[in-house]
């Protein structure tokens, strides 16, 4: 296994967000070898086609955040199911200005977690299809669709019960093997 920096992105600024708790206990988990860090989108400004000449520093440095990993975990809530709309104004930052997509050839994953029964599915749906329009290549299995039940994560990330411990490991590796496949081969070999 070849050392890799994963970010991640949680989908959710609220301050109590469960699918921050899940993106923690990713950090927590992950196998050696692999460093997730966290790629924040709080601060970004809406987006607009007026910025495309001249990008505030916030959102060149969310996009050259992007760059700089070798994939990226996408961590969110299901919204009315979709996506948040914080959630898909950082995506539209990333994919332009027009030409300079960020996500282009990105090895991307999406999971996320709420009460319902169908844990994010229905928004994960929406959010491929947008990976796919980008051009980034997606994890497709296992889908990391998380219930959450009372306590299953302690604010630190930690998860309490041990199939949904095992199954998030399953996934890191997964996707670990997908940013591998994916590996740029140095310009100079
Ligand atoms: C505007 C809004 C829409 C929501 N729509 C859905 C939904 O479609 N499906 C669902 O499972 N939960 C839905 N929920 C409930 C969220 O899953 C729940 O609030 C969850 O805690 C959000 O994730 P977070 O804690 O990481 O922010 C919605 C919540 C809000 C505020």
Do not use: C
């Not at 699918?19 to 992950?30: D, G, I, M, Q, T």
């Amino acid at each position: 296994m070849s050392d890799r920096t994963i970010g991640y992105i949680v989908g959710s600024i609220s301050s109590t967000s469960i699918n921050r708790r899940l993106a923690k206990a990713l950090e927590r988990l992950a196998p050696a070898g692999t460093t997730l860090v966290e790629i924040p989108i709080k601060d970004l400004p809406f987006y607009s086609p007026d910025h495309d000449a001249d990008y505030p520093a916030v959102a060149t440095e969310f996009k050259n955040a992007i760059d700089e990993v070798d994939g990226v975990i996408i961590v969110t809530p299901e919204y009315s199911r979709s996506i948040p709309g914080v959630l898909k104004n950082a995506l539209d930052w990333a994919a332009r200005p027009w030409g300079q997509g960020s996500f282009d050839g990105k090895p991307t994953a999406v999971i996320g977690t709420s009460q319902g029964g169908i844990a994010t599915a229905a928004a994960q749906q929406h959010l491929k299809a947008i990976l796919s329009h980008y051009n980034a290549p997606t994890l497709g299995q296992p889908e990391g669709y998380v219930q959450t039940t009372p306590g299953l994560f302690t604010d630190a990330g930690e998860v309490t019960n041990d199939q949904t411990a095992e199954f998030l490991v399953s996934y890191l590796e997964a996707f670990g093997a997908l940013v591998d496949r994916y590996a740029r081969v140095p310009a100079s070999a």
